[in-house]
């Protein structure tokens, strides 16, 4: 088993509330508060969990247009893949659905996968966080001597990202 470069939308984060110690909930939320926009998800609290699920209405209004956004920044051999995997989130509608889509992996371009995570409570306490993404972009073992499709996403966000003329000549290598 190799490891995979994963990138994509966080949808659900869990928490065992064993992997919370000592500490509180806003500890919690403050130090995943670090790495995802919280408002963007809905608290929930079990005897067992905390999880934070993304809203509903959060998926479905930006979620095809985000896609869009990300799919265009593509090497665009790729443009009749985007097609179809966007067609068929139009046609889910609720979350579910749209999980249920991701988790047939149909499409390269738009799977569900859980990642084991963990954030630092303390300099000696760690929680771990299951999180379950919707992945847009995924390089692993099978590819690794090929990057120039992950490279050329990158050097499409950074000039994008960029009101400066000079990102256009900004390139990325591995070398």
């Known amino acids: 088993m190799g490891q995979y470069l994963q990138m994509g939308i966080c949808h659900q984060m869990l ?3 064993r ?3 000592k500490t509180t909930i806003d500890n919690i939320k403050g130090e995943l508060g ?3 926009n919280l408002e963007l998800f809905d608290f929930e609290e079990s005897e067992e969990n905390v999880s934070f699920i993304i809203k509903e209405s959060v998926v479905q209004e930006q979620l095809h247009m985000f896609l ?3 799919f265009a920044l593509y090497e665009q051999v ?3 893949d985007f097609s179809e995997a966007l067609s068929e989130i139009a046609k889910r509608q609720s979350l579910g659905e ?4 991701a988790e047939e992996k149909e499409f390269r371009f ?3 996968n859980n990642v084991h995570d963990s954030i630092e409570i303390s300099p000696w306490q760690t929680a771990q966080v299951d999180t379950s993404l919707f992945l847009i972009f995924i390089e692993g073992k099978l590819l690794m001597e090929s990057y120039n499709s992950f490279l050329c996403y990158l050097e499409k966000l ?3 990202n960029s009101s400066q003329a000079i990102s256009g000549a900004f390139r990325a290598f591995i070398d």
Do not use: A, N, P, T
Request: glycine share 8%; no cysteine.
């Open 15 to 17: 928490i065992g509330k």
């Open 98 to 101: 749209i999980i249920e889509l």
């Open 34 to 36: 670090k790495l995802v």
């Open 110 to 112: 738009f799977q569900h």
């Open 158 to 160: 950074v000039r994008s």
């Open 78 to 80: 790729y443009k009749e």
């Open 19 to 21: 992997e919370i110690g």
């Open 68 to 70: 869009s956004e990300q």
